[in-house]
């Protein structure tokens, strides 16, 4: 059984171009010693994933979501192997990811907070409550808390202007939401 950092070793002996190789080693240097979150029984299944498809490069998006489903976001080591196991370039791989925004290369929450910046919530304070997630649970677009409660995302209007402005949080829509209740808000999921 190989360790993780063998495996990705040897993705990093695969990878066809400076770009995807500096990538890779930021990857591992970032997680080198303290593990990568997902291990290699995760690698394991995804290999299974894989060879269920036949290694066919068609199968390139259920495979990702397969991939997805099992770390919860598609990591660069992970992105790399399916690259190189279904005979895919990386840079198609990503374009992929970035196309589909069900995708994602970072983790995300237990729960998704989004914030609407649409024009309506806007204008109505949808950047204050962004400042108060900001200040008081150090979140930013993108971030996630340390305890991976909560991600945040920027969404442009969620089609609830009349409560602008808003937020959603999971599949829940809080509307005329006040920058000094976010808090109050989050506290009740858990
Ligand atoms: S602008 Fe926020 S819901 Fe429409």
Redesign the pocket.
Known sequence: MKTKIQQLEEIIKQASSQEELAEIERVIRNTSGKGIGYGGKVFGEIQNVINDTGGKAGALIRVLQQAQGLVGYLPTPVIATIARDLKVPLSEVYGIISFYHFFSMKPKGKYVVQV???????VKG?DKIMEALKRDWQLEPGGITSDGRFSLEIV??????G????IAIGTDIHGRVKPSKVSDILDTYD
């Open positions: 609407c910046m649409g024009t309506s919530c806007y949808g442009r209007c969620i089609g609830a202007c409560l602008s402005p808003v």
